[in-house]
C-alpha cells in the first residue's frame, strides 16, 4: 500500500505564488510517472501536469509557463512551483503517482488533495 501526503495549498492574491509538495510513503518498489490534477467546484477533474522518472514533463495549456513540475526520486516526492497565479486556478489539487511494484503492477493512489484559492 502506498500513501501520498499533499502540503502547501492556501489563499493567494492574483498574481502569486504557492508551492506543492506530494510525499509517497508506505511499501514502494519504484513509481514511475506523478502527476497532479485539480478540480474545481462544479467541474470536472481534470490532469494539470505530470512528469516520468526520467523527468519528461506534460503541462496543460493553462498552465505552461507559470507552473513547474519537479521531483526527487530519492525521496519520492512531487512539487508543484505554481507562479503569476490566477482566480481561475482557485481549486483542490491532487496528487498522483503510479507505483510499479516488483512483478510488473502498475497501481495508481491519489493524494487527499489540497485548497489553493485565488482571490484579492
Known amino acids: 500500500q502506498v500513501q501520498l501526503v499533499e502540503s502547501g495549498g492556501g489563499l493567494v492574491q492574483p498574481g502569486g505564488s504557492l508551492r506543492l509538495s506530494c510525499a509517497a510513503s508506505?511499501?514502494?518498489?519504484?513509481?514511475?510517472?506523478m502527476g497532479w490534477y485539480r478540480q474545481a467546484p462544479g467541474k470536472q477533474r481534470e490532469l494539470v501536469t505530470s512528469?516520468?522518472?526520467?523527468?519528461?514533463?506534460n503541462y496543460a495549456d493553462s498552465v505552461k509557463g507559470r507552473f513547474t513540475v519537479s521531483r526527487d526520486n530519492a525521496k519520492n516526492t512531487v512539487y508543484l512551483q505554481m507562479n503569476s497565479l490566477k482566480p481561475e486556478d482557485t481549486a483542490v489539487y491532487y496528487c498522483?503517482?503510479?507505483?510499479?511494484?516488483?512483478?510488473?503492477?502498475?497501481?495508481?493512489?491519489w493524494g487527499q488533495g489540497t485548497q489553493v484559492t485565488v482571490s484579492s
Open positions: 508506505g511499501s514502494i518498489f519504484s513509481i514511475s510517472d
Open positions: 498522483k503517482a503510479r507505483h510499479v511494484t516488483n512483478w510488473g503492477g502498475l497501481y495508481d493512489y
Open positions: 512528469i516520468t522518472r526520467g523527468g519528461s514533463t
